[in-house]
């Protein structure tokens, strides 16, 4: 069964580095987005990105944060200088809708990231 | 704003019985509806959607959701809860204004007692 493939699992980087949480979606699939969850809280939208461009973000999604779609398989997710406060586990998912129909999003496992 | 409530943030139950969680949604028109759930360490899985017609829908796992217009609900249920049931479970809501822009209730941690 297809699924959505993120690495690392679990990464821990220093305030103040950049960090690349990297997302293979499910290879048909056209949406990719980016969800987080600080832990003990509800998960929340980040990001969501179509036909190479950015299609929606939410207020979280500030200039410190970037994704790209840099070839035909990975999807990732830039933090330029994380902060303490951008520890969460970081979630992938990608649907294949093709038009209002096909909403489904599949998840993969998340990248738990941990700032010092 | 749009908003999804899972009022009970933890339910216990014993394997064998049954299970209601609840979720409502804040909106004038009818949203896509979903179950997720998230076992300990592991990323979300889809149990069902609702996105028209019957208002009974049937998931994965024995799980069942019943769309109410009326209440603005989508409670998630189950006849018979097993040890391996334990996990968190998300209500999330496609509102439609965007390409897949979920929102997502706090989440009810259920546990399961033998």
């Known amino acids: 069964e297809p699924e959505v493939t993120q690495t690392p699992s679990h990464q821990v980087t220093q305030m103040g580095q950049e960090v690349i949480l990297r997302c293979v979606p499910i290879?048909?699939?056209?949406?990719f987005y980016w969800y987080r969850q600080i832990l003990g809280q509800k998960v929340e939208f980040l990001v969501s990105?179509?036909?190479?461009?950015?299609?929606?973000k939410s207020e979280i999604f500030d200039d410190q944060f970037s994704v790209e779609r840099p070839d035909g398989s990975n999807f990732t997710l830039k933090i330029r200088s994380t902060k303490l406060e951008d520890s969460a586990m970081y979630f992938c998912?990608?649907?294949?809708?093709?038009?209002?129909?096909?909403?489904?999003?599949?998840f993969g496992q998340g990248t738990r990231l941990t700032v010092v | 704003a749009q908003s999804v409530t899972q009022p009970d943030i933890h339910i216990t139950v014993s394997e064998g019985a049954s299970l209601e969680l609840r979720c409502n949604y804040s909106?004038?028109?009818?949203?896509?509806l979903f179950w997720y759930v998230q076992s300990p360490g592991q990323g979300l899985q889809l149990l069902l959607k609702?996105?028209?017609?019957?208002?009974l829908v049937q998931g994965i796992k024995g799980f069942e959701a019943e769309f109410k217009r009326s209440q603005s609900s989508f409670n998630l249920r189950k006849p018979s809860v097993h040890w391996s049931d334990a996990a968190e479970y998300f209500c999330?809501?496609?509102?439609?204004?965007?390409?897949?822009?979920?929102?997502f209730g706090k989440g009810t941690k259920l546990s399961v007692k033998p």
């Open positions: 998912a990608s649907s294949g809708r093709t038009g209002r129909l096909n909403t489904e999003a599949f």
């Open positions: 290879s048909n699939h056209l949406y």
């Open positions: 609702y996105f028209s017609g019957d208002t």
């Open positions: 999330a809501v496609d509102y439609g204004g965007s390409q897949g822009n979920l929102i």
């Open positions: 990105f179509y036909n190479n461009e950015i299609s929606e």
């Open positions: 909106y004038g028109a009818t949203p896509y």
